[in-house]
């Protein structure tokens, strides 16, 4: 349940990061003219459809970041998943580095590395093809820098 509830704040950082990266004052006045989507089309969405989808896709990105971020998911990854399988060395290990590197500081700069080298170039190539500006893939993608990062640093706290 613990895991859960962190995952559940991770994606929900998703939201309020997009509030703010998204308002008409920081981005959102570049994103509408670079995206190519009236203002009308936006208001004119089914808004509480929206949210409910994007916290559902970073509920998912969550997911997938706390394995990129907690080094200690690679040692559970060696032995199966199954602790009360484990050799007594895993116990060992595990009270020796079981909390090591479990700050939000290093949660964070695995989500920036995440968002920088996998979302921003994820970005980059759908803009590429979707022929849209280098300003558009800027505001995007550095919103899932940005985005990652944060949602690093909680899951690598508080998991």
């Not at 969550?62 to 971020?69: A, G, T």
């Not at 032995?79 to 050799?87: D, P, R």
């Not at 007594?88 to 964070?108: E, I, L, V």
Request: with cysteine; glycine share 12%.
């Amino acid at each position: 349940m613990h895991t859960f509830l962190i995952l559940l704040l991770s994606a929900f950082s998703s939201l309020l990061v997009g509030f703010i990266w998204y308002n008409p004052k920081v981005f959102g006045k570049i994103w509408i003219r670079e995206s190519g989507v009236s203002e009308e089309k936006i208001e004119g969405g089914n808004i509480a459809l929206t949210m409910l989808a994007s916290f559902l896709y970073a509920f998912f990105i969550s997911f997938i970041l706390q394995y990129l971020v907690i080094h200690q998911t690679g040692a559970l990854g060696m032995i199966g998943g199954n602790e009360s399988k484990a050799l007594p060395s895993f116990a060992n290990f595990m009270s020796d580095y079981g909390t090591a590197f479990r700050t939000f500081k290093h949660g964070a700069l695995h989500g920036f590395i995440t968002g920088l080298f996998f979302c921003f170039p994820v970005i980059g190539v759908g803009a590429l093809h979707e022929r849209r500006s280098w300003k558009y893939t800027i505001v995007a993608g550095g919103y899932w820098v940005i985005t990652c990062m944060i949602m690093g640093g909680i899951i690598c706290q508080w998991m």
